[in-house]
């Protein structure tokens, strides 16, 4: 964040002088078209083969001189702009990496094949997207050849994709006639009434996902499905009362804080609060008329928080005082804005994920930050492997050198480290379970085995090495 406020400061600078330079370079060209306006009337009445008299002379050289001048003093004001801004570039290299491959392995497109398999895969990436006049660009700037690169469908499935959502059905019923045989001929897989139930299920499952509850109820109506059948995961809810409280409309959010109530307290989350702070705030927005109402609500709902909250109810019961001249016109205007609905729409989608165990960011966005967390770290790590001479160390192995300490909120499995070893375990050391239900990495599996009779190193129990089955975390 210091990177970040250190070159904001000189962009404000930046901008600051822009926007000075811009109103004097507009006096100063407003200055020069005056003096020549000024000269025109005074050589208006001469004509045009005439010699110009001594006075005339005078003011043309005057208009000549000021106006030389002035252009002088905004080419210097212009040439001191430029140094402004080279200064953000070097606030930027200052503050931040621009070279990031020190974290790889510089030898993995040092061979024209990599590079070539590089840009494939980034060509066939934008034909996923629909992307084909970029993905024709890249390959011809990479002299790549069209029948080099095994393009996969998507290119044409993502234009008949659009074309449905157009309200164009040709492309499709084009796609479906020409691979109708193989469409009849994979229909072996759901000829039985439970795999078409589970397809259906997990389509509306998608569907509700998305918060396109009509779309999901007409699909369980014209598939003759249960509600009770299909397990809804909570994000038909959740989309439903992210709105309302959009909306305005706080009921929703405040029935499901209550039901879980007891979670959000154990996650010290601030949720329920907040919105029976909007509710409270609501009722207020209605006038004096609404005190009584107000207080009795306080009473209810805000004993509760009073003991992690109560200089914010000491502030809501301040706003009390200002309702004969109404809330917007007094220090507590800001618990009006439209801004704390955002907010607490914000809070109930995490606290609400995080309550129920979802994941609330997309996976891209989880591994991008993770990654930007991540990279401080090696790069200063890089650093010193360079200076000491021991980057052999990294490049050998299929890890990282250091645990990077990522977010509660970035952990979605256990880790399983082996009891003998005493190593993290790995895709090629993976956890072996024993029958006898102990649980080793592969590696010492390897070690303890002597022939073909395992003793367990926790039990007594005997066993073929063979009889281990491996297990994911």
């Not at 034909?127 to 084909?132: A, T, V």
């Not at 492309?171 to 072996?188: G, R, V």
Request: hydrophobic fraction near 40%; charge should be negative; charged fraction near 25%.
């Amino acid at each position: 964040m210091d990177s970040c406020a250190a070159v904001e400061k000189e962009l404000e600078r930046v901008l600051t002088k822009f926007t000075a330079i811009n109103e004097h370079s507009a006096k100063i060209i407003g200055d020069v078209l005056a003096h020549f306006v000024e000269l025109q009337k005074h050589i208006a009445g001469t004509e045009s083969n005439a010699e110009l008299t001594p006075g005339q002379i005078v003011i043309l050289k005057d208009t000549l001189g000021k106006t030389k001048e002035k252009l002088q003093r905004l080419t210097a004001d212009h040439r001191d702009l430029h140094g402004t801004v080279s200064k953000v570039g070097k606030a930027i290299d200052r503050n931040f990496v621009s070279d990031f491959t020190a974290t790889s392995r510089t030898d993995v497109f040092t061979s024209e094949r990599n590079i070539q398999l590089l840009n494939t895969v980034i060509a066939q990436h934008f034909y996923r997207q629909g992307m084909d006049d970029v993905a024709d660009m890249l390959i011809k700037e990479s002299a790549l050849q069209h029948d080099e690169i095994s393009i996969e469908p998507y290119a044409e499935l993502h234009r008949t994709w659009e074309a449905i959502h157009n309200r164009d059905l040709t492309p499709a019923l084009q796609w479906a006639t020409h691979y109708s045989d193989k469409l009849e001929a994979k229909h072996n897989v759901f000829t039985s009434e439970r795999n078409i139930q589970l397809l259906n299920t997990v389509i509306a499952q998608h569907f509700y996902r998305q918060g396109m509850d009509d779309v999901a109820d007409m699909l369980i109506k014209e598939s003759a499905l249960q509600h009770d059948e299909i397990s809804i995961e909570p994000y038909a809810e959740l989309h439903r009362t992210w709105e309302a409280i959009h909306n305005r409309d706080l009921t929703p959010a405040l029935q499901w804080a209550t039901h879980y109530s007891d979670k959000l307290e154990a996650k010290h989350s601030a949720l329920e609060f907040k919105l029976h702070r909007l509710a409270f705030m609501q009722i207020l927005s209605r006038g004096i008329e609404a005190q009584k109402e107000a207080i009795s609500y306080a009473r209810t709902y805000f004993a509760k928080f009073v003991h992690r909250f109560q200089k914010d109810i000491q502030s809501l019961m301040g706003t009390l005082m200002y309702l004969p001249i109404g809330i917007q016109n007094s220090p507590y205007r800001h618990l009006m804005a439209a801004e704390m609905w955002i907010e607490a729409a914000d809070s109930f989608i995490k606290d609400a994920c995080s309550v129920l165990g979802i994941n609330k960011d997309s996976p891209l966005s989880v591994v991008v930050n993770a990654g930007c967390t991540a990279l401080p770290a090696l790069l200063n790590l890089k650093q010193v492997m360079l200076s000491r001479q021991v980057m052999g160390i990294w490049n050998g192995r299929d890890e990282l050198p250091i645990e990077i300490d990522l977010d509660p909120d970035n952990r979605y499995h256990s880790i399983f480290a082996c009891p003998i070893l005493r190593q993290q375990s790995s895709e090629d050391n993976p956890p072996m379970k024993l029958i006898c239900g102990h649980v080793i990495s592969r590696d010492a599996l390897n070690k303890l085995s002597s022939g073909p009779i395992l003793k367990c190193p926790y039990c007594p129990m005997e066993q073929s090495p063979q009889d281990a089955r491996l297990i994911s975390f």
